[in-house]
């Protein structure tokens, strides 16, 4: 789960990357899905974008950062464990948590940049995050860890894991994003971290027990 972050952090510097940009960007990547970077090895996982899901606008405009980003850091929402493995649910999903961070934590948008389902599906989280991680150079700054936000990707996997493990699914969908991320972003992967690494916090629970069994899959197919 995310903590607040100051909101003049968020504002400084800002570049609205709407909805229909993120679309565009998709749009051009799926056509050229089968033509990978040399070099590539890791086949880019189906993503939702913030409309697919029905993703609200930011209530003001999201910030570029203009570097690439150095980590990954891994959350649960804390979210109830649901046993509904649709992809409906998890489209639902999102849209809770963007309620949450906009609604009652007051923040421009979804805190964090992308989102794993217990099934594994995974969406968009903060608008352009998407877009950043397919070009990757930059990243959108989010609200998801203090101190981080302007250098790691931050994903939130649904449910709470502080005394039981994770839905296999969700387990696998979260090595392919975060070998995905590594590779578009240059990130090693010894550099995937949990939240109470950085902040006072039992996120993710038990999954942050898993972190050495985490790189190491991803190191696997990153090669
Ligand atoms: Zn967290």
């Not at 040399?38 to 570097?67: F, H, K, M, Y």
């Not at 409906?88 to 979804?110: F, K, V």
């Not at 609200?143 to 969700?170: F, K, M, R, T, W």
Request: with cysteine; proline share 5%.
């Amino acid at each position: 789960m995310s903590v607040p972050v100051p909101r003049r952090a968020v504002l400084r510097g800002a570049v609205l990357l709407g909805a229909a940009a993120g679309v565009t960007a998709l749009g051009q990547f799926t056509a050229d899905r089968g033509a990978r970077a040399v070099g590539s090895r890791v086949d880019q996982p189906v993503i939702a974008n913030c409309a697919t899901w029905g993703a609200r606008p930011p209530s003001s405009a999201v910030t570029v950062v203009q570097n690439r980003p150095n980590k990954i850091i891994i959350h649960h929402t804390a979210f109830p464990n649901s046993t509904d493995y649709s992809l409906a649910h998890a489209y639902q999903n999102s849209r809770d948590i963007q309620n949450l961070h906009m609604d009652t934590n007051g923040w421009i948008d979804s805190g964090q940049h992308f989102t794993n389902s217990r099934a594994g599906y995974l969406t968009e989280g903060r608008h352009g995050s998407l877009y950043a991680l397919l070009h990757g150079q930059t990243m959108v700054q989010g609200a998801h860890c203090v101190g981080q936000n302007s250098q790691a990707i931050g994903i939130e996997n649904e449910g709470i894991y502080l005394d039981v493990q994770p839905p296999q699914a969700l387990w696998d969908s979260l090595v392919t994003f975060c070998a995905f991320t590594c590779q578009q972003y240059a990130i090693p992967a010894t550099e995937i971290y949990g939240h109470k690494d950085f902040n006072s916090t039992q996120c993710p629970g038990l999954l942050h027990d898993r972190l050495p069994e985490l790189r190491s899959a991803v190191a696997a197919r990153l090669g």
